[in-house]
C-alpha cells in the first residue's frame, strides 16, 4: 500500500511537470501570434505610408507643372513659387520613399525607374521654362517639348499606379499569410485548454484516491498503535525512544505501567527513571545505559526495579539505532520487559534440574557403590566355598556337598548379577570421550572377550567391515560383546551358534520405526542369529532392566544385558530394535547415527 | 694289619674340586656339599676342562650342563626373534634342533624342568617382548609388526598379546606415553 | 634350581585376603618368603628403613586406610633404592580407570583380586614366574604390564 503511495506520488509529480511545460509552451504559443497580429497591423500601416508617398511625389510633380503652366501663361514669376517648391518636396518624399521600401528589391528597382522618369519629367519642364524664357513658345520645338513632358507624365503616372498595386498585392499576400495562421489559434489555445483540464482532472482524482489510502492507511495505524498498546500492556512489554541529537526521552505508556504508574505521569527522563532501579543494580544500568548512549546499541540488560509499593519486578531491556532514511535524524529504540515470571519460572527449572541431576548422580553412585562394595564379601565367600571344597569336601557328608554346591550356585549368580550391575552403573557415566573407532577391532575385542563361550559352543560369527565410526569405544566393544554374548548363551541346544553381523548405510527417512531422527543418516549394524529367538510381543519389553523371558536354571542370564546395551546405543544417540522367532532367531538391529 | 678309615667324603670331594678348580685357575665359592658357585665368568673350555678332571673320578658338572643348554635354548630363541628375520618362518622347534643339535623333545623337556615353562610360552613372551619394543620406539605399525613377526593377522598377534600381558596392545601404547609424559613433567 | 628365596610383601588392611595369600603361597611351593602389612603406613615404614630387605615383589592393595595403593606407589616410585621393585596392585576394583592409572604412575603387574583359591594360585604363581623371567632373561622391565 505504502508503495502504490510512493508511485502515485511519482506520477502526480510527473503530472504537475507536464502541465508546467505545456502552459510555458501556451504562452510562448500566443506570445507569438500577438507579435504576428502587430506585424500585420505594421505592414497595413507600411503599405499605406508606401502609397501615400507616391500619391504625393504624384501631386507634387502635378504642382510643379500646374505652376510652370500658370507662369507660361501669365508670366508671373509668383506662379514659378509652386514649381520650385514642387521640385522639392519631389525629392524629399522620394528619399522617404527610398527609405520606406529598402527592404523590397522589386520596389526599389521601381523607385530607380520612377527616378529615371522623375528626372526626365523636370528636365523636360527645365526645358520649357528655357525656351518660355526665350519667347519660342510658338516654337516647334516648344510643341514637341509639351508632347513630350505630357508622355512622360503619363509614364509616370502608370509607374506610380504600378507601384501601388505592387504595394497591394503584397498586402493582400501578407494579410492572407496572417490570416491563415491566426486563424488556427483559437483552436489550438482551446483544445490545450482542455488537455489541461483533463490533466488536473487526473491529478485531482489521483490525489483523491491517494487521500482514501492514507486514510485508511491512518485507521490502520490507529488500530495497530491501540492493539500494540493492549499487547504491550498483555505481554508486560514496553517501548521507548532516546533521540540522539536532542537528548530526549520518549516512553510508552506500558513503561509507566510497567513501573507501577499512571501513563505519562512523570517527565520521560532518565533521572525519574533511575529513582525505580533497584539500588543493587543501579550502577550497572547506569554504565550500560551511558554506554548504550555512546555506541547507540544496548545488549540485553537485565536488572531489577523496586515499584513504590515496594513490589520487585524483573527488567529485560534491549535496545538498537535506527536511522531515519528521510532526515538522517538517529534514534535508538527500545524495548523493555517485564521477565518476572519468566525469571521466577527459570529458577525453579533451575533447582528442579539441579535436583534431579543430584538424585541421578546419588543414584548412579548408589549403584556403583553397592555393586563395587557388595562384591567384596561376595568374592572372600566364593573364595571360602572353593576353600572348603578343596580341602574339607571329604570330612562333609554327602547332604553337606550338596547345600555346598547350592551355595556356590547361588554364589555365582550373586556375583554375575553384581557385574552386570556394576557394568550398568558405568554406562550410565556419559563423561567419557568420543573418539573415532576402528570398529572392526572393537568386534575383534568383543570375540576375544567371550572366546571361550565362542569356541565351547563352536560358535561361527561373520561380519561385514565397518567403517570408522565417532563412538565412545569401550561402551561400543560391551554393546558387540553382550550382543554376541547373547546369541551365543540363547543358542539353540545341539546347534552350534551362527551369528551373522551386517553393516550398511541408511537415510533416516527412509527407516520409519527412527522416531524423531536428529541426523540423516545413520549406521546400521544388524546381529542376526540362528538361536531359540522369542515372541515377537516381547520385542520392547528385553531391553528393560530384570526382564528376563527365560527361567533362571535354564538360561543364566541376569536382565541387565540387553538394557546396557540399549542405555549405550541411547548414549550415542542411536537406535536398537528387536526382532524374534520363536526356535528360528533373533534380529537386533543397532543404529549409530552418521555425523 | 687291617685298618679301617673314615673318609670324610665332603671334605675329599671339597678338597679334590679345590684342587681342580685352583689348577684351572677358576674363582669359585662353595655354597654347599657339591654345590658351587663362580665368582667371576668361566669360559667353556675351563668348564669342558673341569668336566675332563672330573670325569676321571667318575663325576661330573651335572646342573650346569642343563642351564647352560638352557640358556644356549634362550639365547637361541632370543636372537631368533630379535635378530634373526630371516629364520623367523622356520618352525622354531626344527630351528632349535638344528642350531642346538639335539632333539626337539629333549630340549623341550629339559627347558620345562629347569624353568617351570614351555619353549612355546617362552618363544611367545619373547616376540610379545618385541611388539612392546617395537610399539615403544614406535617405528612400526601393528600390522607391519605383525608381518615381521610371522603372525597370521593383526588380530592374532593382538589376541596372544591380550592373552600374554592381559592389556591390549594399543593400552600398553597409551600407558607407556603417558608414563613417559608423566616422568617428563617430574623432571 | 638354586634360586634365592623371592621375598614377597604384601600390603592390605583385609584380615582375609592376607590369609588368602599367605596360604595360597604356602600351597605353591615355590621357595617364597611373604612378609604382610596391614596399610600403606607400616608398609612404608618397613621399606624406609635403611637396612630394610627390599622385596622382589610388592602386592599393594588399593583401597587402604591411612594411606592407599596409590600414595604409596608414588612415594616407592620416587625413590630410586625401589627402581627393582615389582610392583603389582591387588585390589577388588577391574574399573579401567585404576588399571590405567596405576600402570601409568609405574606399577608392572594389576591383580583383580580372584574370587576362587585355585584361581588366586594360578595368578599368584604366575606373577612370580613372569617376574622372574624379566629378572633373568634380560628383559626390558619398563616394558613389564601384566594384567591379571
Given at each position: 500500500m505504502l508503495r502504490t503511495i510512493v508511485k502515485s506520488e511519482r506520477v502526480l509529480k510527473i503530472t504537475f511537470g507536464i502541465s508546467l511545460f505545456i502552459i510555458l509552451c501556451m504562452g510562448g504559443f500566443a506570445y507569438k501570434h500577438v507579435r504576428k497580429l502587430v506585424d500585420s497591423f505594421n505592414l497595413v500601416e507600411h503599405t499605406y505610408e508606401v502609397n501615400v508617398q507616391l500619391e504625393q511625389i504624384l501631386s507634387y510633380l502635378k504642382d510643379s507643372e500646374t505652376g510652370q503652366r500658370g507662369y507660361l501663361i501669365s508670366?508671373?514669376?509668383?506662379?514659378l513659387q509652386p514649381f520650385f517648391s514642387g521640385r522639392e518636396n519631389t525629392n524629399n518624399t522620394f528619399a522617404r520613399l527610398k527609405q520606406l521600401t529598402k527592404n523590397d528589391t522589386v520596389q526599389q528597382n521601381n523607385l530607380k525607374k520612377l527616378n529615371t522618369l522623375i528626372d526626365k519629367k523636370l528636365k523636360a519642364l527645365d526645358q520649357i521654362l528655357t525656351l518660355t524664357n526665350e519667347n519660342k513658345l510658338n516654337s516647334k520645338q516648344f510643341n514637341a517639348l509639351l508632347i513630350e513632358d505630357k508622355k512622360i507624365m503619363n509614364e509616370i503616372r502608370s509607374k506610380v499606379s504600378e507601384m501601388i498595386n505592387h504595394q497591394n498585392e503584397l498586402l493582400k499576400e501578407r494579410k492572407k499569410l496572417s490570416t491563415e495562421s491566426l486563424s488556427n489559434t483559437p483552436i489550438i489555445i482551446y483544445s490545450v485548454l482542455i488537455l489541461m483540464l483533463l490533466l488536473l482532472l487526473l491529478t485531482y482524482f489521483r490525489i483523491n484516491k491517494n487521500l482514501k489510502i492514507l486514510k485508511f492507511k491512518n485507521g490502520q495505524l490507529e488500530v495497530f498503535k491501540e492493539s500494540t498498546n493492549q499487547s504491550e500492556i498483555v505481554n508486560k512489554h514496553s517501548t521507548w525512544t532516546y533521540f540522539t541529537e536532542e537528548n530526549r526521552y520518549e516512553f510508552s505508556d506500558n513503561l509507566y505501567r510497567l513501573l507501577g504508574?499512571?501513563?505519562?505521569?512523570?517527565?520521560?527522563?532518565l533521572e525519574n527513571f533511575y529513582q525505580f532501579v533497584h539500588p543493587e543494580d543501579v550502577n550497572h544500568v547506569t554504565e550500560q545505559v551511558t554506554k548504550m548512549m555512546e555506541t547507540e546499541n544496548l545488549p540485553f540488560l537485565y536488572y531489577r526495579i523496586v515499584q513504590k509499593n515496594g513490589t520487585i519486578r524483573h527488567f529485560k531491556a534491549y535496545a538498537k539505532v535506527l536511522v531515519s532514511s528521510e532526515d538522517n535524524t538517529r534514534r535508538v529504540l527500545g524495548t523493555t520487559a517485564d521477565v518476572t515470571e519468566e525469571v521466577q519460572s527459570f529458577k525453579l527449572l533451575e533447582e528442579r534440574n539441579l535436583e534431579l541431576e543430584r538424585n541421578n548422580k546419588e543414584l548412579s553412585s548408589f549403584n556403583y557403590v553397592a555393586s563395587h562394595d557388595l562384591q567384596e564379601p561376595l568374592r572372600k565367600i566364593q573364595t571360602f566355598i572353593s576353600r572348603l571344597e578343596d580341602k574339607e569336601a571329604a570330612s562333609l557328608s554327602e547332604k553337606g556337598i550338596l547345600y555346598l554346591d547350592r551355595i556356590k550356585k547361588a554364589a555365582t549368580r550373586m556375583r554375575l548379577l553384581i557385574d552386570d550391575l556394576l557394568q550398568f552403573s558405568r554406562t550410565n557415566k556419559s563423561e567419557e570421550a568420543f573418539a573415532v573407532t576402528n570398529m572392526n577391532i572393537m568386534l575383534e575385542n568383543a570375540k576375544q572377550e567371550l572366546a571361550e563361550m565362542i569356541s565351547e559352543k563352536d560358535a561361527k560369527i561373520t561380519a561385514d567391515a565397518i567403517p570408522m565410526i565417532t563412538v565412545i569405544p569401550f561402551q561400543i566393544q560391551q554393546l558387540f560383546t553382550n550382543l554376541i554374548g547373547n546369541s551365543i548363551k540363547y543358542s539353540k541346544k545341539n546347534t552350534p551358534p551362527i551369528i551373522t553381523i551386517s553393516y550398511s548405510k541408511v537415510k533416516?527417512?527412509?527407516?520409519?520405526?527412527?522416531?524423531?531422527?536428529?541426523?540423516?543418516y545413520y549406521h546400521k549394524i544388524v546381529f542376526t542369529d540362528n538361536g531359540i529367538g522369542f515372541e515377537q510381543e516381547y520385542a520392547e519389553n528385553?531391553?528393560?532392566?530384570?526382564?528376563?523371558?527365560?527361567?533362571k536354571n535354564e538360561y543364566s542370564g541376569t536382565g541387565i544385558g540387553l538394557s546396557i546395551c540399549k542405555k549405550i546405543v541411547e548414549n550415542h544417540q542411536g537406535y536398537i530394535f528387536a526382532e524374534g522367532k520363536i526356535n528360528e532367531g533373533a534380529i537386533f538391529e543397532v543404529f549409530l547415527p552418521l555425523k | 694289619m687291617k685298618i679301617f678309615i673314615k673318609f670324610d667324603f665332603t671334605a675329599i670331594c671339597n678338597k679334590l674340586l679345590e684342587e681342580k678348580l685352583n689348577e684351572l685357575e677358576i674363582k669359585y665359592k662353595v655354597l654347599g656339599f657339591g654345590e658351587i658357585e663362580f665368582t667371576e665368568k668361566v669360559s667353556q673350555e675351563k668348564l669342558d676342562a673341569l668336566n675332563d678332571a672330573l670325569n676321571e673320578y667318575g663325576s661330573e658338572i651335572v646342573e650346569n650342563q642343563k642351564s647352560i643348554l638352557v640358556q644356549k635354548i634362550k639365547d637361541t630363541i632370543i636372537d631368533m626373534v630379535f635378530n634373526d628375520d630371516t629364520n623367523i618362518n622356520v618352525k622354531s622347534s626344527v630351528y632349535l634342533a638344528e642350531k642346538l643339535d639335539h632333539s626337539y623333545g629333549y630340549l623341550s623337556n629339559l627347558f620345562s624342568e629347569v624353568t617351570f615353562t614351555s619353549i612355546e610360552n617362552f618363544i611367545i613372551l619373547q616376540k610379545i617382548e618385541y611388539t612392546k619394543q617395537l610399539i615403544t620406539n614406535n617405528e612400526l605399525t601393528l600390522t607391519e609388526i605383525a608381518f615381521k613377526l610371522n603372525y597370521s593377522s593383526v588380530a592374532h598377534l593382538s589376541t596372544q598379546f591380550k592373552n600374554t600381558t592381559g592389556i591390549t596392545p594399543s593400552a600398553f601404547q597409551r600407558i607407556i606415553t603417558k608414563r613417559r609424559e608423566l616422568s617428563n613433567e617430574n623432571k | 634350581m638354586q634360586e634365592e628365596d623371592v621375598f614377597i610383601i604384601l600390603a592390605d588392611d583385609d584380615e582375609d585376603d592376607r590369609l588368602f595369600f599367605e596360604e595360597a603361597f604356602d600351597e605353591l611351593k615355590i621357595n617364597t618368603k611373604v612378609a604382610t602389612f596391614n596399610d600403606g603406613v607400616e608398609l612404608m615404614d618397613y621399606l624406609n628403613k635403611e637396612n630394610s630387605l627390599l622385596p622382589n615383589i610388592l602386592f599393594l592393595d588399593l583401597?587402604?586406610?591411612?594411606?592407599s595403593g596409590k600414595q604409596c606407589l608414588q612415594e616407592i616410585k620416587k625413590e630410586?633404592?625401589?627402581?627393582d621393585i615389582a610392583i603389582a596392585i591387588y585390589s577388588t576394583s577391574a574399573s579401567e580407570e585404576d588399571i590405567e592409572n596405576t600402570f601409568v604412575m609405574g606399577a608392572n603387574v594389576y591383580i583383580?583380586?580372584?574370587?576362587d583359591f585355585k584361581q588366586l594360585k594360578k595368578v599368584l604363581s604366575n606373577v612370580v614366574t613372569i617376574n622372574w623371567q624379566y629378572h633373568t632373561s634380560g628383559?626390558?622391565?619398563?616394558?613389564f604390564l601384566l594384567r591379571l
Amino acid at each position: 500500500m505504502l508503495r502504490t503511495i510512493v508511485k502515485s506520488e511519482r506520477v502526480l509529480k510527473i503530472t504537475f511537470g507536464i502541465s508546467l511545460f505545456i502552459i510555458l509552451c501556451m504562452g510562448g504559443f500566443a506570445y507569438k501570434h500577438v507579435r504576428k497580429l502587430v506585424d500585420s497591423f505594421n505592414l497595413v500601416e507600411h503599405t499605406y505610408e508606401v502609397n501615400v508617398q507616391l500619391e504625393q511625389i504624384l501631386s507634387y510633380l502635378k504642382d510643379s507643372e500646374t505652376g510652370q503652366r500658370g507662369y507660361l501663361i501669365s508670366e508671373n514669376t509668383e506662379f514659378l513659387q509652386p514649381f520650385f517648391s514642387g521640385r522639392e518636396n519631389t525629392n524629399n518624399t522620394f528619399a522617404r520613399l527610398k527609405q520606406l521600401t529598402k527592404n523590397d528589391t522589386v520596389q526599389q528597382n521601381n523607385l530607380k525607374k520612377l527616378n529615371t522618369l522623375i528626372d526626365k519629367k523636370l528636365k523636360a519642364l527645365d526645358q520649357i521654362l528655357t525656351l518660355t524664357n526665350e519667347n519660342k513658345l510658338n516654337s516647334k520645338q516648344f510643341n514637341a517639348l509639351l508632347i513630350e513632358d505630357k508622355k512622360i507624365m503619363n509614364e509616370i503616372r502608370s509607374k506610380v499606379s504600378e507601384m501601388i498595386n505592387h504595394q497591394n498585392e503584397l498586402l493582400k499576400e501578407r494579410k492572407k499569410l496572417s490570416t491563415e495562421s491566426l486563424s488556427n489559434t483559437p483552436i489550438i489555445i482551446y483544445s490545450v485548454l482542455i488537455l489541461m483540464l483533463l490533466l488536473l482532472l487526473l491529478t485531482y482524482f489521483r490525489i483523491n484516491k491517494n487521500l482514501k489510502i492514507l486514510k485508511f492507511k491512518n485507521g490502520q495505524l490507529e488500530v495497530f498503535k491501540e492493539s500494540t498498546n493492549q499487547s504491550e500492556i498483555v505481554n508486560k512489554h514496553s517501548t521507548w525512544t532516546y533521540f540522539t541529537e536532542e537528548n530526549r526521552y520518549e516512553f510508552s505508556d506500558n513503561l509507566y505501567r510497567l513501573l507501577g504508574e499512571q501513563p505519562q505521569s512523570f517527565e520521560p527522563n532518565l533521572e525519574n527513571f533511575y529513582q525505580f532501579v533497584h539500588p543493587e543494580d543501579v550502577n550497572h544500568v547506569t554504565e550500560q545505559v551511558t554506554k548504550m548512549m555512546e555506541t547507540e546499541n544496548l545488549p540485553f540488560l537485565y536488572y531489577r526495579i523496586v515499584q513504590k509499593n515496594g513490589t520487585i519486578r524483573h527488567f529485560k531491556a534491549y535496545a538498537k539505532v535506527l536511522v531515519s532514511s528521510e532526515d538522517n535524524t538517529r534514534r535508538v529504540l527500545g524495548t523493555t520487559a517485564d521477565v518476572t515470571e519468566e525469571v521466577q519460572s527459570f529458577k525453579l527449572l533451575e533447582e528442579r534440574n539441579l535436583e534431579l541431576e543430584r538424585n541421578n548422580k546419588e543414584l548412579s553412585s548408589f549403584n556403583y557403590v553397592a555393586s563395587h562394595d557388595l562384591q567384596e564379601p561376595l568374592r572372600k565367600i566364593q573364595t571360602f566355598i572353593s576353600r572348603l571344597e578343596d580341602k574339607e569336601a571329604a570330612s562333609l557328608s554327602e547332604k553337606g556337598i550338596l547345600y555346598l554346591d547350592r551355595i556356590k550356585k547361588a554364589a555365582t549368580r550373586m556375583r554375575l548379577l553384581i557385574d552386570d550391575l556394576l557394568q550398568f552403573s558405568r554406562t550410565n557415566k556419559s563423561e567419557e570421550a568420543f573418539a573415532v573407532t576402528n570398529m572392526n577391532i572393537m568386534l575383534e575385542n568383543a570375540k576375544q572377550e567371550l572366546a571361550e563361550m565362542i569356541s565351547e559352543k563352536d560358535a561361527k560369527i561373520t561380519a561385514d567391515a565397518i567403517p570408522m565410526i565417532t563412538v565412545i569405544p569401550f561402551q561400543i566393544q560391551q554393546l558387540f560383546t553382550n550382543l554376541i554374548g547373547n546369541s551365543i548363551k540363547y543358542s539353540k541346544k545341539n546347534t552350534p551358534p551362527i551369528i551373522t553381523i551386517s553393516y550398511s548405510k541408511v537415510k533416516a527417512d527412509d527407516v520409519l520405526k527412527l522416531k524423531k531422527p536428529k541426523y540423516n543418516y545413520y549406521h546400521k549394524i544388524v546381529f542376526t542369529d540362528n538361536g531359540i529367538g522369542f515372541e515377537q510381543e516381547y520385542a520392547e519389553n528385553i531391553f528393560v532392566l530384570f526382564n528376563r523371558l527365560h527361567n533362571k536354571n535354564e538360561y543364566s542370564g541376569t536382565g541387565i544385558g540387553l538394557s546396557i546395551c540399549k542405555k549405550i546405543v541411547e548414549n550415542h544417540q542411536g537406535y536398537i530394535f528387536a526382532e524374534g522367532k520363536i526356535n528360528e532367531g533373533a534380529i537386533f538391529e543397532v543404529f549409530l547415527p552418521l555425523k | 694289619m687291617k685298618i679301617f678309615i673314615k673318609f670324610d667324603f665332603t671334605a675329599i670331594c671339597n678338597k679334590l674340586l679345590e684342587e681342580k678348580l685352583n689348577e684351572l685357575e677358576i674363582k669359585y665359592k662353595v655354597l654347599g656339599f657339591g654345590e658351587i658357585e663362580f665368582t667371576e665368568k668361566v669360559s667353556q673350555e675351563k668348564l669342558d676342562a673341569l668336566n675332563d678332571a672330573l670325569n676321571e673320578y667318575g663325576s661330573e658338572i651335572v646342573e650346569n650342563q642343563k642351564s647352560i643348554l638352557v640358556q644356549k635354548i634362550k639365547d637361541t630363541i632370543i636372537d631368533m626373534v630379535f635378530n634373526d628375520d630371516t629364520n623367523i618362518n622356520v618352525k622354531s622347534s626344527v630351528y632349535l634342533a638344528e642350531k642346538l643339535d639335539h632333539s626337539y623333545g629333549y630340549l623341550s623337556n629339559l627347558f620345562s624342568e629347569v624353568t617351570f615353562t614351555s619353549i612355546e610360552n617362552f618363544i611367545i613372551l619373547q616376540k610379545i617382548e618385541y611388539t612392546k619394543q617395537l610399539i615403544t620406539n614406535n617405528e612400526l605399525t601393528l600390522t607391519e609388526i605383525a608381518f615381521k613377526l610371522n603372525y597370521s593377522s593383526v588380530a592374532h598377534l593382538s589376541t596372544q598379546f591380550k592373552n600374554t600381558t592381559g592389556i591390549t596392545p594399543s593400552a600398553f601404547q597409551r600407558i607407556i606415553t603417558k608414563r613417559r609424559e608423566l616422568s617428563n613433567e617430574n623432571k | 634350581m638354586q634360586e634365592e628365596d623371592v621375598f614377597i610383601i604384601l600390603a592390605d588392611d583385609d584380615e582375609d585376603d592376607r590369609l588368602f595369600f599367605e596360604e595360597a603361597f604356602d600351597e605353591l611351593k615355590i621357595n617364597t618368603k611373604v612378609a604382610t602389612f596391614n596399610d600403606g603406613v607400616e608398609l612404608m615404614d618397613y621399606l624406609n628403613k635403611e637396612n630394610s630387605l627390599l622385596p622382589n615383589i610388592l602386592f599393594l592393595d588399593l583401597n587402604m586406610p591411612k594411606k592407599s595403593g596409590k600414595q604409596c606407589l608414588q612415594e616407592i616410585k620416587k625413590e630410586a633404592r625401589f627402581k627393582d621393585i615389582a610392583i603389582a596392585i591387588y585390589s577388588t576394583s577391574a574399573s579401567e580407570e585404576d588399571i590405567e592409572n596405576t600402570f601409568v604412575m609405574g606399577a608392572n603387574v594389576y591383580i583383580k583380586k580372584p574370587n576362587d583359591f585355585k584361581q588366586l594360585k594360578k595368578v599368584l604363581s604366575n606373577v612370580v614366574t613372569i617376574n622372574w623371567q624379566y629378572h633373568t632373561s634380560g628383559l626390558n622391565k619398563d616394558n613389564f604390564l601384566l594384567r591379571l
